[in-house]
C-alpha cells in the first residue's frame, strides 16, 4: 500500500504533471483573451466590411420516412467552422508571430557572438599555420642556399 501511495506521489509531482496542470489553467485564462479579441474586435471588424457575419439560419429540410420534415441547420456547423478559422487566425497572427520574432530577435546576437568566436579561433589557427609554413619555408630556402 506503501508503495503504491508513493507511486502516485512521485507522479503527481513529476514536473510534467505540474506543467500539464499550469498549461491547462494558462489555457482556460488564454481563452478569454482569445475569445475578447474575436468577439470584440475581429467579428465588428467583419461585420462592418461585409454586414452581420450571421451564418446560424442557413438551413435545409427534408421529408424523413414517417413524412416529417427533418431540419439540417447546417448554418450552425459553417458558423462554428469560420469562428474557428478567425480564432485560429487571431492566435497565429496576434501571438505565434510576434512571439517567434521576439524569439528569433533574442537569439540572433548569441549567434553571431558564437559565429564570430569561431571565426576568431580560425583566424587564430590559420595565421599560426601560415607563420609555421614561413618558417619551414623560410629554413629551407636557408638549407638550399648553403
Same mark, same amino acid.
Given at each position: 500500500?506503501?508503495? =503504491?501511495? /508513493?507511486?502516485?506521489?512521485?507522479?503527481?509531482?513529476?514536473?510534467?504533471?505540474?506543467?500539464?496542470?499550469?498549461?491547462?489553467?494558462?489555457? &482556460?485564462?488564454?481563452?478569454?483573451?482569445?475569445?475578447?479579441?474575436?468577439?470584440? #474586435?475581429?467579428?465588428?471588424?467583419?461585420?462592418?466590411?461585409?454586414? &452581420?457575419?450571421?451564418?446560424?439560419?442557413?438551413?435545409?429540410?427534408?421529408?424523413?420516412?414517417?413524412?416529417? *420534415?427533418?431540419?439540417? +441547420?447546417?448554418?450552425? #456547423?459553417?458558423?462554428?467552422? @469560420?469562428?474557428?478559422?478567425?480564432?485560429?487566425?487571431?492566435?497565429?497572427?496576434?501571438? @505565434?508571430?510576434?512571439?517567434?520574432?521576439?524569439?528569433?530577435?533574442?537569439?540572433?546576437? &548569441?549567434?553571431? *557572438?558564437?559565429?564570430? *568566436?569561431?571565426?576568431?579561433? +580560425?583566424?587564430?589557427?590559420?595565421?599560426? @599555420?601560415?607563420? =609555421?609554413?614561413?618558417? +619551414?619555408?623560410?629554413? +629551407?630556402? /636557408? &638549407?638550399? /642556399? /648553403?
Amino acid at each position: 500500500m506503501r508503495d =503504491l501511495f /508513493n507511486g502516485f506521489k512521485e507522479f503527481i509531482t513529476r514536473g510534467n504533471v505540474l506543467d500539464l496542470a499550469v498549461a491547462v489553467v494558462i489555457g &482556460a485564462a488564454f481563452s478569454g483573451v482569445i475569445s475578447g479579441l474575436v468577439d470584440g #474586435f475581429i467579428m465588428p471588424l467583419i461585420g462592418w466590411l461585409v454586414g &452581420a457575419p450571421d451564418f446560424t439560419s442557413i438551413a435545409f429540410s427534408v421529408p424523413n420516412w414517417k413524412g416529417e *420534415e427533418t431540419v439540417f +441547420q447546417i448554418g450552425l #456547423f459553417i458558423q462554428g467552422l @469560420i469562428m474557428f478559422l478567425l480564432i485560429s487566425a487571431a492566435i497565429y497572427f496576434f501571438v @505565434i508571430m510576434p512571439v517567434k520574432k521576439l524569439s528569433e530577435l533574442r537569439r540572433k546576437p &548569441a549567434e553571431e *557572438e558564437v559565429v564570430e *568566436e569561431a571565426l576568431d579561433e +580560425q583566424t587564430v589557427l590559420l595565421t599560426e @599555420i601560415r607563420d =609555421l609554413l614561413r618558417v +619551414q619555408a623560410g629554413s +629551407q630556402s /636557408n &638549407a638550399s /642556399n /648553403n
